[in-house]
């Protein structure tokens, strides 16, 4: 008798684990794929604010010797809206 109480507690034991470790491998799996979908969107954001960036640049140096006062304008608004 003893020992089928300790059998079937034990076996309680291993099923409650088994069912943990089924369900952490599956959250893990969940998370894995949405990290990689959220880093591949940082990388399109990234690169297209770096293009961004790049066309402003462009912009400040062209004014700077076109001396544009509505160009002087709209980067003086772009400057104030990055400092924020």
């Known amino acids: 008798m003893k020992s089928d109480t300790t059998t079937t507690v034990l076996n309680f034991v ?3 684990l088994v069912i943990l470790g089924v369900t952490f491998a599956l959250m893990t799996i969940l998370r894995t794929s949405e990290m990689r979908r959220l880093t591949s969107g940082a990388a399109i954001a990234n690169t297209e604010l770096m293009r961004a960036q790049g ?3 462009d912009a400040n140096t062209f ?3 076109a001396k544009n006062p509505e160009l002087t304008r709209i980067l003086q608004a772009l400057q104030a809206k990055a400092a924020k």
């Open 14 to 16: 291993l099923a409650v």
């Open 63 to 65: 004014n700077q010797t």
């Open 55 to 57: 066309v402003a640049n």
